[in-house]
């Protein structure tokens, strides 16, 4: 679905990242994890047309889209949550909501994209919320607008930015739950996230990165064994 191939990008003489790889497949849930400074985040953005890479290509369901704008990815159904949350605070969970289904995908009608934003309001447990102003959103709902933004797109690939932080356990819980529903109705999901558990529970393969570079692939259980990933990350916080 998403190839990433040999991607690299440099801000002035830092390589964030460096000649890196990694694939997601159709319906799977991939985590990537790795150090503070890594360059998930970067990576992340070269997904989603934020930052341009200095090498290498970006592929989309077998189409180039290594020069689009994060606009035209969006278009093909790449969709974006943020750990930092944004919404127009003024506006209504329902509203924020309907800027998204309307401007994520071109000529959905009015009468669509509201059948999409009730669908969304239900999935993500904001219905009592819908017609608030989303400026008085606790950091739970917050989080969960946000991600409900993100859904409103319809992505067929959603990309979340350690959308956990700040979560207490069964908020987590919550999440996660979230997560495998949006993978289950069909949507594949690639995940940036620093809490182990999560990544564990949640993801059907996980890509270490460190220093810019890739350095493992696979299931949770192989890469927590994998001595390279120990001495750059897990054996840190073990
Ligand atoms: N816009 C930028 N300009 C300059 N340097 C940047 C920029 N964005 C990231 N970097 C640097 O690139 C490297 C990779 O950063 P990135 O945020 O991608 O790492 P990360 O793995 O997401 O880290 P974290 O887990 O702390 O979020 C870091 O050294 C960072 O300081």
Redesign the pocket.
């Known amino acids: 679905m998403l190839k990433v191939q040999k991607l690299t990008k440099r801000?002035?003489g830092?390589v964030?990242v460096h000649d890196a790889s990694l694939e997601v497949r159709p319906g799977e849930i991939l985590a990537v994890i790795?150090?503070?400074?890594?360059?998930?985040?970067?990576?992340l953005n070269l997904v989603s047309g934020l930052l341009r890479p200095d090498a290498g290509r970006i592929l989309f369901e077998g189409r180039e889209i290594t020069r689009l704008s994060p606009e035209a990815r969006a278009h093909l159904g790449i969709g974006r949550a943020f750990q930092i949350v944004q919404p127009f605070p003024e506006m209504t969970v329902r509203e924020n909501l309907m800027v998204g289904a309307l401007f994520g995908k071109p000529g959905t009608t009015l009468a669509e994209a509201e059948r999409v934003v009730a669908a969304v309001l239900e999935q993500t447990s904001l219905a009592d919320k819908a017609d608030h102003p989303a400026s008085g959103l606790t950091l739970v709902e917050d989080k969960r607008l946000e991600l409900a933004r993100a859904l409103a797109t319809r992505p067929k690939l959603l990309l979340l930015d350690e959308v956990m932080a700040g979560l207490r356990p069964k908020e987590a819980q919550e999440a996660m739950h979230l997560v495998r529903s949006v993978r289950k109705a069909g949507t594949s999901v690639l995940f940036?996230e620093?809490v182990m558990p999560v990544v564990k529970a949640l993801a059907d393969r996980v890509v270490v990165?460190d220093h810019?570079e890739v350095i493992a692939e696979g299931p949770y259980e192989r890469v927590a064994q994998n001595p390279r990933v120990r001495a750059a990350y897990l054996g840190r916080s073990a």
């Open positions: 801000f002035g830092l964030a790795g150090p503070n400074g890594a360059g998930k985040s970067t990576l940036i620093h990165m810019g």
